[in-house]
């Protein structure tokens, strides 16, 4: 999976808990996303890091923040799950630089962890 | 909201024929992505085509791009059992670094 991690695979948790899930890179990629993946819509944007401290919203933000405190970790939090943040999640990276003739958008994703709020 | 929707929803075909998905988007893109998702796992990038071209081939894979009809189709030629996954297109519009994905196809290759 590209040097992407995930940590953890699986919890369980309960409403009202905070949660941090963990992504780790060995690719010094720049750019780093956040997504979750449910049923009926696809995978959904919900942060985004362009670079050390640098982040930025994404389609489904609300209820959800990160940090990114070195390029190879970006960590999202739910402050207080909700059963409606029953999710799979994915981390992706992308190198995102310009003018090497390559697909630089091209993402590359993590194994996901699967969370689900009682 | 989403900027790619692929059809059909769900395909299923014998081992050796073709499959083609189908992915329509909404605004003006710098490229369209084609991604394959194995049951439990995360996404895998297949292919990219830029806005400026019409067709790209990698493989058994081939995909065409109509920016004016805002379309773009996968066909996968001589499908295998291991063919069988989800497969999503992404849209990446203009400078932004972002991917907006479609709900998907899920496809069915039976032996």
């Known amino acids: 999976d590209a040097g992407i991690t995930q940590s953890p695979r699986h919890k369980v948790t309960e409403t009202g808990t905070p949660v941090t899930l963990r992504c780790h890179q060995t690719?010094?990629?720049?750019?780093m996303y956040w997504y979750r993946q449910d049923p009926g819509h696809g995978l959904r944007l919900i942060h985004y890091?362009?670079?050390?401290?640098?982040?930025d919203k994404g389609e489904v933000s609300d209820g959800y923040s990160v940090s990114r405190s070195k390029t190879e970790d970006f960590l999202l939090t739910l402050e207080s799950a909700t059963s409606s943040q029953t999710s799979v999640y994915f981390c992706?990276?992308?190198?995102?630089?310009?003018?090497?003739?390559?697909?630089?958008?091209?993402?590359?994703f993590g194994p996901g962890t699967r969370l689900t709020v009682l | 909201s989403q900027q790619g929707e692929e059809d059909p929803q769900a395909l299923s075909i014998q081992e050796g024929e073709n499959a083609t998905m189908n992915c329509s988007y909404k605004t003006s893109i710098n490229n369209l992505q084609w991604y394959r998702q194995n049951s439990g796992r995360g996404l895998v990038h297949l292919i990219l085509?830029?806005?400026?071209?019409r067709e790209k081939h990698s493989g058994r894979l081939r995909v065409t791009l109509d920016t004016s009809k805002k379309s773009s189709s996968l066909l996968i030629t001589a499908s295998r059992a291991a063919d069988t996954a989800s497969y999503f297109c992404?849209?990446?519009?203009?400078?932004?670094?972002?991917?907006?994905f479609g709900s998907g196809t899920q496809l069915t290759v039976l032996p």
């Open positions: 690719e010094n990629h720049r750019y």
């Open positions: 890091s362009y670079g050390v401290k640098d982040t």
């Open positions: 992404a849209t990446c519009p203009g400078s932004a670094r972002q991917l907006t």
């Open positions: 085509i830029r806005s400026n071209e």
């Open positions: 992706a990276i992308s190198d995102g630089t310009s003018g090497r003739g390559t697909d630089t958008d091209t993402q590359y």
